[in-house]
């Protein structure tokens, strides 16, 4: 039997919403002996779309198996009424969480590869938006608390997660979006969390980015607050999860 644990994963207007999620158990982990099934990154894809446009269609990341986990991002700017819909199968542990001081929000979605998933977003209202997807070999996802950050500030820090003895061939990973790519958007204007390594950056500028990167797990207890920087400082909106075998 898998043991559960509940995260908290949006406070809004003092209302908490609590999502629970499957973790492997101690005789699962004891399986992967020396984390020879740890989770690795495998690809990403992405893609944009102007205001008037009310669907997106992400290419699927390349190389993925039956059995990968995807974790979609999905962020838009100019409308705080405007919402973004995942495709049936998907799950959405974090839904349209606004961005302080901007009309933005960001969506996290994951599902596991089935090999007739669909990669195709709606959006209702108005803004232009974007789409990332990173795609992990075998895991499942548990999400901490998303966290934003007020506007022209730097870092955002997504709180600490608490890794269990049985989780230690997890990954921790964290996406980050601002609700409009600088201009230039080369070099990436992100900072790397400490220990992380960079992994993804979907950013074209006057449009939403979406930034991604991760690091092992290499000990019990609290991983730890995750910070990353933005190049120039602004409004920004940093999640991670632990990804495990």
């Not at 209302?15 to 101690?26: D, G, L």
């Not at 004891?30 to 020879?36: E, I, L, M, N, V």
Request: glycine share 12%.
């Amino acid at each position: 039997m898998h043991d559960r644990r509940s995260f908290l994963t949006k406070v809004a207007a003092g209302t908490a919403i609590v999502w629970t999620a499957p973790i492997i158990s101690s005789a699962s982990a004891s399986a992967a002996g020396s984390c020879g099934v740890r989770p690795q990154f495998r690809s990403a894809s992405g893609t944009t779309g102007a205001a008037g446009v009310s669907s997106l269609t992400v290419s699927p990341p390349a190389g993925i198996q039956v059995g990968d986990v995807l974790l979609a991002v999905a962020t838009l700017t100019g409308d705080q009424n405007a919402n973004i819909s995942a495709p049936a199968g998907w799950s959405v542990p974090f839904n349209n969480i606004g961005i302080n001081a901007q009309q933005s929000r960001v969506s996290l979605c994951t599902r596991k590869v089935t090999g007739g998933e669909s990669y195709t977003f709606t959006k209702t209202g108005g803004g232009v938006w974007a789409i990332g997807i990173v795609a992990y070999r075998l895991t499942s996802a548990i999400p901490g608390n998303p966290q934003q950050q007020a506007n022209s500030t730097t870092p955002v820090t997504a709180p600490s997660l608490v890794v269990q003895g049985n989780e230690l061939c997890g990954l921790v990973v964290f996406l980050g979006s601002t609700p409009v790519t600088p201009a230039p958007p080369n070099p990436v204007p992100w900072t790397a969390p400490t220990g992380f390594t960079f992994r993804f950056f979907q950013g074209t500028q006057g449009f939403p980015d979406i930034y991604v990167a991760d690091r092992p797990v290499s000990s019990p207890g609290p991983t730890g607050s995750v910070s990353a920087s933005t190049t120039p400082s602004r409004a920004s909106l940093g999640m991670h999860l632990l990804l495990l075998p």
